[in-house]
């Protein structure tokens, strides 16, 4: 059974990190402010405000600073700045002896998605795919999805709508909840830190690639089984989505059902996960209940 960390407390202390590329430290201030008005203590790492070429520092120095947050007890939950890349390039090297006796939220989303499979591959461990450190800017920390952070944090459950759509697959499903970047998704895939997916609610976004890329990471996934034996699927947003000068042909929606349509399982586009404001945090590794009805899709932790 998936272990889940505990409760934030008012006083707790929550750090942020940045364990993949670079973040300018002026677009967390907001983010710690907040979380200070929310009741935390903040601890920043040095690699908020670092840069070494596209990354937060050296890989020495990401790994550092993520490995001295999962060691220390006092620190109760790690918010990563930013995505980005770079997580594969230190995972290996993390040692999480201490984490695994007092485990703690790993909140982020896109390249953190390899951070959190492996956390869940290895050590059974969950995890919040989440809005981090920026999402909190230019007001948006008062929206829906920043506000489900403040909630889920203090141990809070939660039920998602999201509307109907024509390529979703009617049904309902339960199962722990897996996935994240469909990116990062194909990058581990046949790697120790993969996800699990058997009996699994699985979950995708993505930003920025080509249309033809989405295919053939989703025939990659298909290939390697992934789809099979699944106990639903949720398509998140894919956005800013880019063509080649002879056009792919078909839009991204119609790309992933033509993927996956002949499964019988439920199914559920355009969910609000997403690298956009759209993007309601996720407890993954956690039971849910996935229900697709005629109206639209509801899905709920089974904390």
């Not at 840069?51 to 020495?60: E, I, K, L, N, V």
């Not at 997580?87 to 090297?93: G, H, P, T």
Request: charged residues 20%.
């Amino acid at each position: 059974m998936t272990k889940v960390p505990p409760n934030l407390s008012k006083g707790d202390t929550i750090a942020i990190v940045c364990p993949s590329g670079y973040m300018p430290a002026e677009k967390a201030a907001t983010c710690i402010k907040v979380l200070k008005e929310w009741g935390y203590k903040v601890r920043v790492g040095k690699t908020l405000g670092n840069q070494f070429h596209y990354f937060s520092g050296t890989d020495d120095e990401r790994r550092n600073d993520l490995q001295l947050m999962l060691d220390d007890p006092t620190v109760k939950a790690i918010l990563c700045g930013r995505g980005g890349y770079g997580m594969s390039r230190i995972i290996d090297q993390l040692d999480f002896k201490a984490f695994k006796k007092n485990p703690k939220w790993i909140i982020g989303y896109s390249d953190i998605t390899l951070l959190q499979a492996h956390l869940y591959s290895q050590l059974k461990t969950a995890s919040l795919h989440s809005p981090m450190a920026a999402a909190f800017n230019d007001g948006e920390f008062a929206n829906e999805y920043i506000q489900s952070l403040r909630k889920i944090l203090k141990g809070g459950s939660y039920k998602y709508r999201t509307a109907a759509h024509p390529f979703n697959q009617l049904g309902n499903a339960s199962g722990e909840l897996v996935g994240g970047n469909l990116s990062l998704l194909a990058h581990m895939t046949g790697s120790r830190s993969a996800f699990d997916f058997k009996k699994k609610i699985l979950f995708i976004e993505d930003i920025g690639e080509y249309i033809y890329n989405v295919d053939r990471m989703m025939i990659q996934l298909e290939r390697n089984g992934v789809f099979n034996n699944l106990s639903g699927l949720i398509i998140g947003g894919f956005t800013d989505m880019k063509d080649t000068v002879i056009p792919f042909g078909t839009t991204i929606a119609e790309v992933i059902h033509e993927r996956v349509k002949k499964y019988p399982y439920p199914i559920c586009f355009d969910f609000p996960v997403s690298h956009t404001r759209e993007n309601y945090p996720l407890k993954v590794g956690v039971m849910h209940e996935l229900k697709v009805g005629k109206g639209g899709a509801v899905l709920a932790d089974s904390l």
